[in-house]
């Protein structure tokens, strides 16, 4: 694909038989090289320096950059920011969308950054002005890289330079004039003026959690766990020289799962979009060869229920995590010839486990077989295991495994290479969830006989009636079997006899509107025998309310603890 009339600026052009080696530092044996993921986008520039990498289509002024291309770029961002005074370990924050020439920053960034020996702090730009403020006074951040329509997020005196995109790619944009002036400040040293970085566990983005229950958290990974990440990644998504991305996840959201260095070391071609357009997706999967994207569930719900949703000419790859995906959700992505790939993980860590197909399931239903594709499953390639036990109770206490019966719950711990090195300037946070030697996710869950891990809940949302522990998510998942459910979260309301019973929360399907327009106690009364045909009493909803809406963090997680609030008020009427 190419843009008609668009042609990159010139100091985006690579000269030629440009070099793609960085200096290497002194004193490194011949039989180690230091992981780093910023190699994949070299190596993508030597190996394909012609193939289409980044595609910017829908805008006013798009743009289309090959892997050479592209890698000069990156090499002029570096250069750009060694020249603004950016040192080794300094942090970069950027607050852009997932495209426009800051494609070429969030993109650009998770290679441009790196190629400066600096970190790329990715800001969510669904936060609040006051919350933005405090992420880049705590990361401490010496340079704002932002998209033009961002600006309104930054504070009144940002107090460090701020260089601005405006989404053209073309002369005189100033995030274009940056790079140029890195370019000339390179004095065509080019990658050989760069020094590898020596220290592979070494910080390679600070991202921040969606802080729910208090001030975010800044995730500090690093170099090796990031290209270890990407690789398997990579890997377990069959990504390809044939493989087209479409960045639909933001890449704030734990550096896009490293998916911006999964997609380079697979070669694959990637498209982005400015936002969640689901008409604009359709308009992608139907006609750009799109084979992957990675997005969380109340983003999938929104791609198969969109008008446009029809059975697809190709196979498409849905990388899903960042929530536990309903049985009814994974039956209604196959139906229409999406592939689900379920993954597990926390911004702490990124995608770690994932859910294999078993032999054993291809004589099952599609809705029986779903319900085994919505377990959380076995660790993946590059990491190191995910075990289920008892909640230590004491920084001290060593780790018991709760036992293989897929009934018995406990915690999901885990360790390995890919896991964050530390919670950014929080010792004591870092030191908890550290507990036992290994990472305590708070995500609990079962371990089936053959292994598959399958969660159950978060420890806070677990519902406990009549001396019975309900998991939301299992009351969840077969609510939202019932085919008038587009979404649907329950969590516990207090109740007079059993201590704690369900709330459902439910938002009807487009099509299912109008037939229960004024009726819904008679909905109510349906989602109810449905329940009661596939839940235990005690784990059956009482209540039930039909929503427009529900409320969601800036990552699209569905915020509990704002629907705990509205039924704590109820219970004062």
Not at 22 to 44: E, M, T
Not at 250 to 268: D, I, K, L, R, S
Request: proline share 8%; glycine share 6%; with cysteine.
């Amino acid at each position: 694909m190419s843009i008609p009339n668009f042609r990159p600026t010139p100091a985006s052009l690579p000269p030629p038989n440009a070099g793609l080696v960085l200096r290497q530092p002194k004193g490194l044996p011949a039989n180690f090289q230091p992981l780093n993921p910023l190699q994949f986008i070299l190596r993508a520039a030597e190996i394909y320096p012609d193939k289409l990498a980044l595609l910017h289509s829908d805008v006013k002024y798009p743009v289309a950059y090959s892997f050479a291309v592209w890698c000069q770029r990156i090499q002029n961002l570096a250069y750009a920011l060694i020249k603004a005074g950016i040192k080794p370990g300094d942090r970069v924050a950027v607050i852009a969308p997932n495209s426009g020439k800051l494609i070429t920053v969030p993109l650009d960034a998770n290679h441009g950054v790196l190629a400066a020996q600096a970190v790329p702090c990715l800001i969510n730009t669904r936060l609040k002005p006051s919350e933005v403020a405090y992420i880049l006074e705590h990361s401490g951040s010496s340079i704002i890289l932002v998209d033009h329509e961002y600006v309104h997020l930054l504070p009144q005196d940002p107090k460090v330079p701020v260089v601005v995109c405006h989404d053209t790619g073309r002369a005189g944009d100033p995030y274009e004039e940056f790079l140029t002036s890195g370019r000339a400040y390179s004095q065509e040293r080019g990658w050989a003026g760069l020094e590898y970085t020596s220290d592979e566990y070494a910080p390679a983005t600070l991202c921040y959690t969606s802080g729910t229950t208090g001030r975010p958290k800044g995730v500090v990974t690093t170099l090796r766990g990031s290209y270890l990440a990407a690789v398997a990644n990579a890997y377990e998504s069959r990504i390809h020289l044939e493989s087209t991305y479409l960045w639909i996840l933001p890449m704030f959201h734990a550096a896009g799962w490293t998916f911006p260095w999964a997609t380079v070391f697979g070669f694959a071609t990637q498209i982005t979009m400015r936002t969640v357009d689901y008409p604009l997706i359709w308009k992608h999967f139907l006609n750009s060869g799109v084979t992957h994207y990675c997005g969380a569930p109340t983003v999938q719900i929104g791609i198969v229920n969109d008008p446009a949703a029809k059975r697809l000419p190709q196979s498409i790859s849905a990388i899903i995590a960042g929530a536990a995906p309903t049985a009814s959700l994974i039956a209604s992505l196959e139906e229409i010839g999406i592939q689900p790939i379920h993954v597990y993980g926390l911004t702490q860590y990124g995608p770690f486990t994932r859910n294999y197909t078993q032999p054993s399931w291809d004589g099952l239903s599609l809705q029986e077989r779903s319900k085994f594709m919505a377990y959380q499953g076995h660790p993946f390639a590059t990491a190191q295991d995910a075990r289920v036990v008892y909640p230590p109770k004491s920084d001290d206490d060593v780790l018991v495994d709760v036992p293989r019966d897929g009934k018995t719950v406990g915690e999901i711990v885990t360790r390995g290479n890919i896991i964050m090195k530390e919670y950014f300037r929080d010792p004591e946070a870092t030191k908890k969830a550290f507990r036992g030697g290994s990472f305590n996710t708070g995500d609990l869950a079962v371990i089936h006989p053959g292994g598959a891990v399958a969660v159950v809940d978060r420890s806070k949302d677990i519902i406990i009636s009549g001396g019975e522990n309900a998991s939301s998510l299992a009351i969840e998942q077969e609510l939202a079997s019932h085919p008038c459910v587009l979404e649907v979260s329950v969590v516990a309301r207090s109740h007079h006899k059993w201590g704690e019973r369900p709330y459902a929360f439910v938002i009807l399907k487009p099509k299912s509107k109008a037939k229960w327009k004024n009726r819904h106690s008679a909905f109510e009364q349906s989602l109810k025998s449905h329940a009661k045909e596939r839940l235990p009493g005690f784990a059956c909803p009482e209540w039930v309310q039909v929503v427009d809406e529900l409320p969601k963090t800036s990552t699209g997680k569905i915020l509990k603890v704002d629907l705990r609030k509205r039924v704590a008020a109820l219970a004062k009427l």
